[in-house]
């Protein structure tokens, strides 16, 4: 079963207090299709320079993942550079420039198209989401993230792409940043009473993640013990571990959603202990399988 | 089914985002003893000095909570004051006032002991822990709280109550700093490695709390609903909800730890929405069922 994902390719410096590193591979959709290409084969809709290593994409090929809608520009790629003060703290941007970014149409190829049901869209520009909401049929199962940055400067976009999706991936602050609400319920109320979505997963860090559903909540808990290294890709790599799962199974029901949000936590544990993407071209299929049978283990309490 | 519980009874002037309250009375068998109310009878070992309101024994006696062990002092209540710069850290404290704690003798009445099982020696000086443990026959079901002062204070007298117990609830940092590890799985090894206690539960504030034994792990979930007020008392009454579920159900099983942090976790939810015990002493036991419901609900993910 195929996925497909719509976000950045980047390149990243980061600084975390475990170390600093430059012109990393990263952006949204190179985490989400990694993580995704255990369970699943992700198909990228994103854009890069010609600064941008071909060595990388056949990197991506070999892991199975899908790159002809990876187009190539002239210019540079997008680059963008972070300081996490702490691991549990968002980064502080250092710089972003969008470069290549600047002028991405998003377009999903029509070999993509057909065999999918999944999409996901990954934190782009609302207004490059609704274009590509524009041309997918609704019975396509949606999965969207943003952040902070859109939900400040494009709140009536973002509000049309609400109102689009099946599936909603936030952190706390976000979420708060949208219902400006103080209280978790009534931020949960906001949501539902607003948006036709289905499912809101609020993610929450090392504190694990919440699915909200209208009229229902579910915490996952997250791996506890995982060696925190960079925090950049994690929530992606949740995402692309979620959304392969339910590729994978095939059925999309609550059950299935929280199986896969336990993977993709298992997934997240192994990207947050490397810079960039290093651990998730590395790991093997038996290490991410016990690391999952652990967590499952873990979650189920009663 | 009754529990004892030795620990501190208080005057406290707390601070939070959320406003000043002083003289309000808590210490740590307070909470404990409050919240244990709705399941058994809780049986309290503790002092108090003469200026302690008669009003408040007869408060805790129509809660069905034995003060008989709860010794009236010449002199001054303990006091303590603490301000919580955010309500999700630990406070920062403005003076603590020992008076008749100073000399404190926890002795266990014999009408207390016979009829009890489980005894729960809440957080004080760890040289009055193990006075009590000297009393205390090894078929009895016991657990134990502690904190970063003795911690760094009295190790050796830690070292040895924690070899005579069943149960040790402590938070994330004292984990850190008993076991001087910097990730979970070394802490958690070294405790059970060198201490032949069974059960760690690892509070981790608004991230639930964690049962560990020597080969396995649980998350326990939070109630994410609460309206955060004033966190004073939060541990205690969740060892409090704990230790009664424990009592009531009469069979000490890992399963029934763990509906036990769930319940406990609900009666904290609601310690935690007033100053001091405002909101325990009001709180019906309706209101606490439908709290554990829910949380139960929210827990059972697979």
């Known amino acids: 079963m195929s996925i ?11 600084e ?23 369970l699943a084969k992700p198909k ?6 010609n600064d941008f290593s ?11 993942i899908e790159t002809s809608g990876l187009i190539v520009k002239n210019g540079k790629t997008f680059s963008w550079g972070g300081k996490y003060k702490s691991v549990s703290e968002d980064p502080e941007t250092k710089f972003t420039n969008l470069n290549v970014f600047e002028n991405f149409e998003p377009f999903i190829p029509k070999s993509y198209y057909l065999a999918n049901k999944i999409i996901f869209l990954a934190n782009i520009d609302p207004d490059l989401q609704n274009k590509v909401l524009d041309t997918v049929d609704s019975k396509k199962f949606i999965g969207m993230d943003t952040m902070n940055f859109w939900i400040l400067s494009k709140r ?9 999706i099946d599936l909603l991936t936030i952190n706390e602050l976000e979420l708060g940043l949208i219902t400006k609400k103080n209280s978790l319920d009534k931020s949960l109320k ?13 993610k929450k860090g090392s504190a694990g993640s919440l699915l909200a559903t209208k009229n229902e909540l579910f915490w996952i808990p997250c ?6 290294v960079d925090p950049t890709g994690a929530g992606d790599s949740f995402a692309g571990g979620l959304f392969s799962y339910l590729a994978k199974s095939n059925s999309i029901t609550k059950k ?4 896969g949000m336990i993977y993709g936590s298992s997934i997240a544990s192994f990207t947050i202990e490397s810079f960039g993407t290093d651990k998730l071209f590395k790991l093997s299929k038996k290490e991410l399988g016990i690391r999952f049978r652990y967590l499952t283990k873990m979650a189920k309490i009663i």
Chains 1, 2 share one sequence.
């Open 4 to 14: 497909i994902v719509v976000g950045s390719t980047a390149f990243d410096d980061i």
């Open 16 to 38: 975390t207090p475990k170390g600093k590193k430059t012109r990393v591979v990263g952006g949204s959709c190179i985490y989400f299709s990694l993580a995704a290409s255990f």
């Open 44 to 49: 990228i809709v994103s854009v890069v320079g």
């Open 54 to 64: 071909k060595q990388f994409f056949s990197k991506l090929n070999k892991k199975n």
């Open 156 to 164: 009536k976009s973002l509000d049309k792409a609400f109102n689009r």
């Open 190 to 202: 906001y949501i539902f009473d607003k948006y036709s979505l289905k499912y809101l997963i609020v």
């Open 223 to 228: 791996y506890p013990f995982a060696d925190m």
């Open 256 to 259: 299935n959603i929280i199986k």
